[in-house]
Each structure stands twice: as structure tokens, then as C-alpha cells.
């Protein structure tokens, strides 16, 4: 990170610890929770673990017999700002974090670069918690089978605002079919229990169409400028 990138990320902090956090949450569990399952009580965190814990074996779809990794996601649990993707890819499943190959890396300089916070900062989710082979789309009963989980981390985590990465995921936080196009969702925001919801393009688009970056980082600033986060001058 050169001296600029810290100076910018540095100007988002000034703006306030509550720029880019949510407050602690503690006491009894606020997310339903499916009636099998004991509620999940405490921190965020601990709430966050004990999901984690509770599906890390999942083998409620195929994608639990060719995972080599569960990836339940990654960040700060109070944060403001949640990311979410489509499905891990083979270095996700490799690692078992989200978001940690090329079209990671593309995401992180998003965050950073552009919107001049840590990536640690924001939350990163999929809909699916395992691989589709091959990296293909997930399949409905796919969907059907692992959105519980996302779910519970939306209830759990209350973003103020959740920013969708691609088709996939926009069409399900927003309930449309899949006949709605990205370029349909783009520079609105929608409510999701409460939450501000935009969509993006999926960095992996973005690496396949590099002449898409401008329409993402327009994107991006709509989602700035409702953040109250500053953009810095030279990326205006
Ligand atoms: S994709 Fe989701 S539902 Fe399917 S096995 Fe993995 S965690 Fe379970």
C-alpha cells in the first residue's frame, strides 16, 4: 500500500469509528433461527462462530461431497458494509476463505484503493459455502439448500449496507427471477430486512471485461456517497 492509499484510508477513519462499524451487539439472539437448531446467543462473534460450527460438516446439497473446503466468509463481524458473492472458486475451496484468488485480489484493491477501506473492515460472504465444480452457476436446489446459512449471517452481522457481487447474487437478495440482467439492478438501492442493497458487477467479470471497471466503480461510488465515505479526488 503506497502512501497515498494510507493517507485515503486514514481520511475514511477520521470520518468516525461509526463510518465503518456497526455497534457491538451483545445479548440474546435477535436472528430466527430454524426450529431444529438451539438459538445461537451472545457477540456477534460468538453468534458468527457458532454458525460456523453448526454447518462447517454441511452435506445438505452435492456441493458437501466435492468441496475440499467449507467457506462460511471473512471480516469484521460489526461491520457496516457486507460483500456478497457467488460461490467459492478452487482457491477459495483450497483455502477456505472467500474471496482470496485473482477475483479476490481484484475485490481487496475495490476495497481499498477505491473505496479506501481496509478489507478487514467490511464482511465477505457467498450464497454458496462450497465449490460448484467446474465454476459453474449454483444450481436452484444448490441455492434453496445453503441460502439458510447466508441468511443467519445477514440477521446476525445487521449490515447497514450489503453490496452484491454479480447476477447471481442480486437477483437472490432481491427476489427476482433469473431473467433480470445486472444492468437492471445497477444504481438503485433496495431493502433487505432493513439493510441498504446495491449490486455490482463479480470481480471475475470485471477480469474478464476490463472495460466494465468504469461502470463499477460508478457503482461503487453510489454506494460511497450513501456510506458518507469521502472519494478521493483524483478517482472522482
Ligand atoms: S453448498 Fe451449502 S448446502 Fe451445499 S453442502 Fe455446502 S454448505 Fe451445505
Redesign the pocket.
Known sequence: MNSLQTRYINQQRELGHATLYRAPLTGPAAAPEPPSAPPIAGSRSERLGALQER?RG???????NT?KK?VFGSGNHDARLMFIGEAPGADEDEQGLPFVGRAGQLLTKMIENGMGIPRGEVYIANI???RPPGNRDPQPD?RA??TP?LLEQIAIIQPEFICCLGRISGRFLLGLDDEVKLKEMRQKFYDFQGARVSVTYHPSALLQHPDWKGPAWEDLKFLMKAMGLVIRPDLK
Not at 454441511?58 to 458437501?64: A, E, K, M, V
Open positions: 454447518h454441511c452435506l445438505n446439497c452435492r456441493l458437501g468441496r467449507f454458496l459455502k462450497c444448490e439448500a445453503c446459512i
